[in-house]
């Protein structure tokens, strides 16, 4: 079977329920730029990598199991999958 390449992008953020202090920093910053309508910032992480797989489905359970055994905490974050063919 014929293999393509994708994007996988896993974005991680606190939990919504933790406070985030790096992103209250941030959201200060802001406000002092003369942004003040920023509310509920949030400070995260973005893991971006290529693979290659038979299907999209295959890359999406894979970056799962990866994220779950590798790139997040699950007691402090959360995470979100996007997968892009290439």
């Given at each position: 079977?014929a293999t ?7 974005l ?12 209250h920093?941030?959201?200060?910053a802001?406000h002092?730029?003369g ?9 995260g ?7 290659q ?8 359970k ?6 779950n055994?590798?790139?997040?905490n699950?007691i402090?974050?959360?995470?979100s999958i996007?997968?892009?063919?290439l």
């Open positions: 079977m393509k390449e994708f994007l996988v992008k896993v991680i953020e606190p939990k919504p329920e933790l406070l985030d202090p790096q992103g920093a941030v959201e200060i802001m002092e730029l942004l003040e309508t920023a509310r509920e910032t949030r400070v992480k973005l893991v971006k990598y290529k693979v797989a038979a299907s999209e489905e295959e890359v999406r894979k970056a799962i199991d990866i994220s055994e590798l790139l997040v699950p402090i974050e959360i995470f996007e997968v892009e063919t």
